[in-house]
């Protein structure tokens, strides 16, 4: 049985859990329990970073010790997951004994090969980072995510020789293409790493922050937050010593949010290299998530409690939300309108209608019990073929971290299911009885797809499926190759009506406002009559089809024109050239849905091919905006 090691960051005690943490947090969770079903043995570690200047200074406002205030902050992240059913192999704590003694004994190793040493340094120093900034990463002197001015730090401090271990991170990173992922953060750190590194201050004296974990070799500095915390994961499996560690190890996996790339992908490794410590085998990254105010995060006073959302609708809800919803990499956008939507068209409407209808028919028409079918038909077959491949497609796509793909591929199948059941019209049948073989072998598909449907979606909603399941009869524990040993239908057993599992809901309501859209196609003949109509069939020739923004650049000496590659569901995406520049950053379009005309001959604009062109709305004002054809169509479909 091989080993799977997941790790979230360790939280800040200086707040409470969010949405962002809540997050990354369900994403651990949901590939242990993937992982879990695959027969690997796993383990889980979160916890909280206790120490600081962030923490001791919040300490300080309340009047209380760090001790107390982070004993309070850390209970609370830990009844949090705990209420939100999210369960940790181990949560760990940087106060912990084992922790400290860990760091301690580290650090004295690097500095025993001479790999730190004692030397002066001045520089901008972000609290809300724990690090100091370069000037290269400063936005028009602030913090780019906390909007805040740092403090310029001048003081004697012990260093970490970085820059020695530079060449060797490069050389592994270019040796392991998926060490990093997705790879815009991999071409992140190898920017870093194009510049020389400076060597990193590991130390901070007590004079000025005495809440920390002391240097071994000099008792008048604390351990710099970010090389305390980074220890932590290998900590939390005992490595090395303990059973397993070294496995586990071999097999960890690092969530983290894109703002903490670089501790996590370049002081991290070149701390191991340092230490004889083999890196970690993946570092996956996160976007942030946005709200109509802006980035999600507490120090700017706009975070959602997840605690809050669980009262609304339910940690399932949420956990089917936030991974269909972001697009893995890229940065989402929470709102209480989006969560509506998402709950009513994909949980209340399709998978709840499904189930509810499916129960309903099999009671009224089969006296609630699982019919046995004489046979299946081609249609049958083929709905059923679709559904045992789904847990493995839906696989296909976990391993290459597109959770929201991965839901999707349920949601196809669903889609199928309703589609099916629309066709072969059960309703109908029942009034012959001529028909009931037929009757027999519908419903019996209908439920097997259920079934199959409900069991890949253990990882995704560990509340609602084992309910589905339970509805047919069917025991849901994970156990090792969870789909070989999965309970099939019980033909002939009775089956519950089962409740509703998603009630409409209306979270929030906000005015919707209608836009024009002000496009016309361009390389082709257009019949128009004397009011400047367009004729109906000339409409017809043109394809709109939903793409989805994934590279987005300037074009030199174009002040009007971005160059974007657009994924519009086919196998090549496409290269579109858009008059949107002075309307739109490149970096803000990465990740956007867009409304593409798809059938257009490809042209040139200034020298650069364009295979398409994208619907926008405007005013007499001069204003421009995209066309955003929603959350619930899927890249490549078609715009009718």
């Known amino acids: 049985m091989s080993a799977y090691y997941v790790t979230t960051p360790i939280y800040y005690a200086n707040g409470l859990p969010h949405i962002g943490s809540t997050y990354t947090t369900t994403l651990a969770d949901f590939l242990v329990r993937y992982y879990s079903m695959l027969g690997k043995d796993t383990f889980f570690l979160t916890g909280t970073d206790e120490h600081g200047d962030k923490v001791q200074q919040a300490a300080e406002k309340l009047g209380k010790s760090p001790k107390e205030f982070t004993d309070e902050v850390s209970s609370k992240f830990e009844s949090a997951w705990k209420e939100l059913g999210l369960n940790p192999s181990r949560f760990i704590r940087t106060t ?41 990463e400063l936005d028009d002197g602030k913090c ?42 991999k071409n992140e750190v190898l920017g870093l790493l194009r510049e020389p590194l400076e060597d990193l201050c590991i130390s901070r004296p007590t004079s000025r922050l005495s809440w920390g974990i002391p240097l071994p070799f000099d008792e008048n500095y604390v351990t710099y937050v970010w090389f305390d915390a980074l220890v932590n994961y290998l900590t939390g499996i005992g490595y090395p010593g303990q059973d397993k560690a070294k496995e586990r190890w ?29 890196l970690y085998k993946h570092l996956t990254v996160h976007g942030y998530w946005n709200t109509p ?21 339910g940690m399932d809800v949420f956990r089917y939300f936030v991974m269909r919803e972001m697009t893995f990499g890229l940065d989402g956008n929470y709102s209480g309108e989006a969560l509506e939507t998402r709950y009513n068209a994909d949980l209340a409407n399709n998978l709840g209608n499904l ?29 059923k073929t679709n559904a045992l491949s789904c847990f493995e497609e839906m696989g296909q796509f976990v391993e290459s971290r597109e959770f929201h793909k991965a839901a999707g591929r349920i949601w196809e199948l669903v889609d199928l299911v309703n589609v099916y059941i629309d066709r072969s019209k059960p309703w109908s049948l029942a009034k012959n009885e001529e028909n009931a073989d037929q009757l027999d072998e519908t419903l019996y598909c209908q439920l097997e797809c259920i079934r199959i449907a409900a069991g890949c979606l253990l990882p995704f909603m560990p509340d609602t499926a084992p309910k589905i399941l339970s509805f047919l009869g069917i025991d849901s524990k994970i156990e090792p190759n969870f789909f070989e040993t999965f309970e099939l239908l019980k033909e002939g057993s009775e089956v519950e009506k089962g409740e509703a599992l998603f009630p409409r809901l209306e979270v929030n309501k906000e005015e919707k406002t209608e836009k024009k859209i002000a496009a016309k196609p361009k390389g082709g003949k257009v019949t128009e009559d004397k009011a400047g109509l367009i004729a109906f069939g000339d409409f017809q020739k043109i394809e709109l089809t939903v793409g989805q923004i994934m590279e987005a650049a300037k074009i030199e000496d174009a002040d009007k024109l971005l160059k974007l590659k657009v994924d519009i569901g086919t196998e090549d995406q496409r290269q579109i050239v858009a008059g949107i520049a002075k309307h739109y950053q490149a970096e803000e379009l990465v990740g956007r849905k867009v409304a593409v005309v798809s059938n257009l001959k490809p042209a040139k604009l200034r020298g650069e091919l364009s295979e398409g062109m994208l619907l926008a709305a405007s005013d007499d004002a001069g204003n421009l905006e995209l066309v955003y054809p ?10 009718s």
């Open 96 to 136: 912990d004994e084992d922790h400290k003694e860990n760091v301690r004994n580290i650090l004295q190793k690097i500095y025993d090969q001479g790999d730190i040493y004692f030397g002066e340094y001045g520089g901008h120093y972000c609290t809300g980072c724990e690090r100091f900034l370069t000037e290269k």
């Open 144 to 185: 780019p995510d906390h909007q805040t001015t740092p403090e310029w730090v001048s003081e004697k401090n012990y260093f970490f020789k970085m820059s020695k271990y530079q060449d060797q991170l490069l050389d592994h990173i270019k040796a392991n293409p998926d060490f990093i992922r997705p790879e815009r953060y």
């Open 250 to 278: 071999e097999n960890s996996e690092h969530l983290i949010g894109k703002d903490i790339v670089k501790p996590h992908g370049v002081f991290w490794p070149t701390m191991l290299l340092a230490a004889g410590v083999p």
């Open 293 to 313: 105010s802006g980035k999600m995060s507490k120090s700017l006073g706009n975070a959602v409690d997840p605690l809050e959302v669980k009262k609304q609708v």
């Open 355 to 383: 189930v509810s209808r499916t129960l309903s028919m099999v009671h009224k028409y089969r006296d609630g019990k699982i019919p046995v079918p004489k046979s299946l038909n081609e249609e049958s077959k083929k709905l």
């Open 630 to 639: 929603g959350d619930l169509i899927k890249v490549g479909g078609k715009i």
